[in-house]
Nanobody
Framework: QVQLLESGGGLVQAGGSLRLSCAAS????????MGWFRQAPGKEREFVAG???????????YYADSVKGRFTISRDNTKNTVYLQMNSLKPEDTAVYYC????????????????WGQGTQVTVSS
């Protein structure tokens, strides 16, 4: 079992920045695929960013087109934590953001992520 706890959400003006954190516990963190998803009111949960182990000390990151160039996902294996740095925020980024963990190359597929956090609200005002 993996437990995930997000933090860092809040209210920010358009153009501003926020950094989300997700602390994991319960199993070895290094080889977990970690992802961020979001869900806006009335919409389905969607992939935002992910970071996966490619062997050794190498990881690769991938992003939804809507956040490329604005969001950056990273991880600190010494702290069992994954981060989502969000810059140039837009009102359409407003959503509940969820951290998720999976294995075996979860990628962007929501159904490949087994463990989920409780979510943190991000609100971007215009």
């Amino acid at each position: 079992q993996v437990q995930l706890l997000e933090s860092g959400g809040g209210l920010v003006q358009a153009g501003g920045s926020l950094r989300l954190s997700c602390a994991a516990s319960g199993r070895t963190f290094r080889d977990l695929d970690m992802g961020w998803f979001r869900q806006a009111p009335g919409k389905e949960r969607e992939f935002v960013a992910g970071i996966s182990w490619s062997g050794g000390s190498a990881y690769y990151a991938y992003y939804a087109d809507s956040v490329k160039g604005r969001f950056t996902i990273s991880r600190d294996n010494t702290k069992n934590t994954v981060y989502l740095q969000m810059n140039s925020l837009k009102p359409e980024d407003t959503a509940v953001y969820y951290c998720a963990a999976g294995t075996g190359g979860a990628g962007m597929a929501i159904d490949k992520y087994t463990y989920w956090g409780q979510g943190t609200q991000v609100t971007v005002s215009s």
